[in-house]
């Protein structure tokens, strides 16, 4: 347990080519834990109200070998964090 339940956060979210792949994100928004990929799982302890940071997420802590949606397989994905709030 990282006793956290939730993130309030815009994230541009970017493959290693520069691609965006989900603008969706880039909008400040409650995101709940459960719903993040592991390397966020990782990250989120890291994270503080106010704050912000580049998250740098090798596939093996994201969708691995397996693609999702415009996310090739194997990529790395880094993400441009800006933290509203954290719960």
Known sequence: DIGVTGIQTCALPILMDDTVFDQATSAT?????????????????????????????????????????????NSVLYFDVQVADVQ
């Open 29 to 73: 928004a409650f995101y709940p834990v459960s719903g993040f990929i592991v390397g966020w799982q990782y990250a989120l302890p890291l994270l503080n109200k106010g704050g912000s940071l580049r998250l740098l997420i090798p596939s093996s802590l994201a969708y691995g070998c397996v693609g999702v949606g415009s996310i090739p397989a």
